[in-house]
Nanobody, 127 residues
Framework: QVELVESGGNMVQPGGSLRLSCEAPGFILDYYSIGWFRQAPGKEREGVACISDSRTRYTYYLERVKGRFIISRDSANNTVSLQMSSLKPEDTALYYC???????????????????WGQGTQVAVSS
């Protein structure tokens, strides 16, 4: 069983920035597609950004976050981060880190392609 741990959530004003981090103690994230997902109250969980394994590092972004969010790997520290900038109130959600055991899980960044999940970290964007 894989334990994913998210951190970095906070409350920020519109236009602000946050950096979320995902780690998996005892597990090497480099071998797997990793994704960041979010779920707002009353809405379904959606894929925000996904990245392929460390050999290729292909990325996928939800259209609404392109140019504002960046997903990246830090292999030395065994983490995957989501740098979020120009945050908007509609970015408010519980953000989850997910791991896919499918080699191409990153390409569609769909919840159904990801098997392991963290508990989430809350992001609130409000003035």
């Amino acid at each position: 069983q894989v334990e994913l741990v998210e951190s970095g959530g906070n409350m920020v004003q519109p236009g602000g920035s946050l950096r979320l981090s995902c780690e998996a103690p005892g597990f090497i994230l480099d071998y797997y597609s990793i994704g960041w997902f979010r779920q707002a109250p009353g809405k379904e969980r959606e894929g925000v950004a996904c990245i392929s394994d460390s050999r290729t590092r292909y990325t996928y972004y939800l259209e609404r976050v392109k140019g504002r969010f960046i997903i990246s790997r830090d292999s030395a520290n065994n983490t995957v981060s989501l740098q979020m900038s120009s945050l908007k109130p509609e970015d408010t959600a519980l953000y989850y880190c997910g791991m896919s055991t499918s080699g191409d899980g990153w390409s569609r960044c769909r919840v159904s392609d990801f098997k392991f999940w963290g508990q989430g970290t809350q992001v609130a964007v409000s003035s």
